[in-house]
């Protein structure tokens, strides 16, 4: 089962402009990670939140974290043409360190 | 894609035929993880590893057999019972423990002739 649930599922915008991708999940989690996919590519690790935490930054990313809502958002500031891919939330965690991955949101980013 | 290969990078099966995709880490790592991913979808898990020698389905395990003898080495068989086996598999591990975070292989594109 999905767990995750990214939104928008596509998501085109401008170089130098902000991206903001959402990440719905059903049940209560140790904690949220993002990944970013190349087409044709395996997934690389951005950022990991922890259910005790709000917010996190890491270089041009920012990841929030509202567990009331269940909900996180990914901010890509500032992007560029290299940033074009796919954006995955995964959650899990626990005894069997298992991950369920949502079916991302394609960014592209036009020059 | 870290210390992970996949190979082959594209394979090709046909009717009938098991085949066997390869995954090897150099990371040291315990656990690792067999993911499908079809066009459009996000990744789903067919099976996973804590250990050597112990190994556990996932969500999709139907058709697909695996074995882990080595800490290195996790290779996936797609066998002739799964019927749809046009995929991108991918390959992942993490340490285990706390250690959230996987580390990805490049993948491997199978398709039927």
């Known amino acids: 089962s999905q767990q995750g649930e990214e939104d928008p599922q596509a998501l085109s915008i401008q170089e130098g402009e902000n991206a903001t991708m959402n990440c719905s999940y059903k049940?209560?989690?140790?904690?949220l990670q993002w990944y970013r996919q190349n087409s044709g590519r395996g997934l690389v690790h951005l950022i990991l939140?922890?259910?005790?935490?709000r917010e996190k930054h890491s270089g041009r990313l920012r990841v929030t974290l509202d567990t009331s809502k269940k909900s996180s958002s990914l901010l890509i500031t500032a992007s560029r043409a290299a940033d074009t891919a796919s954006y995955f939330c995964?959650?899990?965690?626990?005894?069997?360190?298992?991950?369920?991955f949502g079916k991302g949101t394609l960014l592209t980013v036009n020059p | 894609d870290g210390g992970i290969t996949q190979s082959p990078k594209y394979l090709f099966r046909k009717e009938g035929q098991n085949v066997t995709l390869s995954c090897e880490q150099n990371?040291?790592?315990?656990?690792m993880y067999w993911y499908r991913q079809d066009p459009g979808q996000g990744l789903r898990l067919i099976y996973y590893s804590q250990i050597v020698n112990d190994f556990q389905k996932g969500d999709i395990a139907e058709g697909y057999s695996v074995s882990r003898e080595k800490k290195e080495s996790f290779p996936l068989t797609v066998t002739s019972a799964q019927k749809n086996p046009t995929a991108f598999y991918l390959c992942?591990?993490?340490?285990?423990?706390?250690?959230?975070?996987?580390?990805f292989g490049p993948g491997t594109r199978l398709l039927v002739l």
């Open positions: 990371l040291n790592h315990d656990a």
């Open positions: 049940t209560s989690i140790n904690n």
């Open positions: 992942a591990s993490k340490v285990r423990g706390d250690q959230e975070t996987q580390y």
């Open positions: 995964a959650t899990g965690g626990g005894s069997n360190y298992k991950l369920t």
């Open positions: 939140i922890r259910s005790n935490e």
